[in-house]
């Protein structure tokens, strides 16, 4: 493959094989709902990455003629054969965390106490908003043999939430501690 590939192009390339012939819009909607929790990127690129994909003749798109003249994507041979060899390989790249809360937590020696104790509260919040979420689907689709692959990455994602929720509070019981020592 001349063209480099992105992990965006690889999110569009598994979704469309996913789901089958899909439209822009739905492939928003279909990621805002699965990969999206865990692989946050602009929806802009949902819009231009399948046209570019079509380019390198990974997508096929068809058009409606007339209405809304929606274009509907679908995954080539080619394309399969891209997202499966992408798949064989094996990654070795570091787990990516962008936190703005870790960050703030870093930069905390310029904070008052007070604003890193409602940062704690705040993402306990958060977390246990999220944790639900993620029970929630768990048990809509346990019984699903038919998505149970899917559902591995979310086993994934309730494990890092809930080691974040502890994390902060501890934290925040630590904060409290301190504040009540002074």
Same mark, same amino acid.
Do not use: N
């Given at each position: 493959?001349?063209?480099?590939?992105?992990?965006?192009?690889?999110?569009?390339?598994?979704?469309?094989?996913?789901?089958?012939?899909?439209?822009?819009?739905?492939?928003?909607?279909?990621?805002?709902?699965?990969?999206?929790?865990?692989?946050?990127?602009?929806?802009?690129?949902?819009?231009?990455?399948?046209?570019?994909?079509?380019?390198?003749?990974?997508?096929?798109?068809?058009? =409606?003629?007339?209405?809304? /003249?929606?274009?509907?994507?679908?995954?080539?041979?080619?394309? *399969?054969?891209? #997202? @499966?060899?992408? %798949?064989?390989?094996?990654?070795?790249?570091?787990?990516?965390?962008?936190?703005?809360?870790?960050?703030?937590?870093?930069?905390?020696?310029?904070?008052?106490?007070?604003?890193?104790?409602?940062?704690?509260?705040?993402?306990?919040?958060?977390?246990?908003?999220?944790?639900?979420?993620? =029970?929630?689907?768990?048990? /809509?689709?346990?019984?699903?043999?038919?998505?149970?692959?899917? *559902?591995?990455? #979310? @086993?994934?994602? %309730?494990?890092?939430?809930?080691?974040?929720?502890?994390?902060?509070?501890?934290?925040?019981?630590?904060?409290?501690?301190?504040?009540?020592?002074?």
């Amino acid at each position: 493959m001349a063209a480099k590939l992105t992990p965006t192009s690889y999110v569009v390339l598994g979704m469309v094989a996913m789901r089958g012939a899909t439209t822009s819009y739905d492939l928003k909607r279909a990621i805002g709902h699965s990969v999206g929790y865990f692989w946050p990127f602009p929806h802009a690129q949902l819009y231009s990455e399948p046209k570019r994909l079509v380019e390198l003749g990974l997508l096929s798109v068809s058009s =409606e003629q007339d209405g809304r /003249r929606r274009q509907t994507y679908t995954v080539t041979d080619v394309g *399969m054969k891209e #997202l @499966r060899s992408w %798949l064989a390989e094996p990654t070795k790249e570091q787990m990516q965390v962008r936190d703005i809360a870790e960050m703030k937590l870093f930069f905390g020696e310029f904070a008052e106490p007070d604003d890193l104790l409602a940062l704690a509260r705040a993402q306990i919040g958060q977390h246990r908003e999220r944790i639900a979420t993620y =029970e929630d689907i768990r048990q /809509r689709f346990a019984d699903r043999e038919d998505i149970a692959a899917r *559902m591995v990455p #979310l @086993r994934l994602g %309730l494990e890092m939430e809930l080691a974040a929720l502890r994390f902060w509070e501890e934290y925040e019981r630590e904060q409290t501690q301190t504040r009540s020592c002074h």
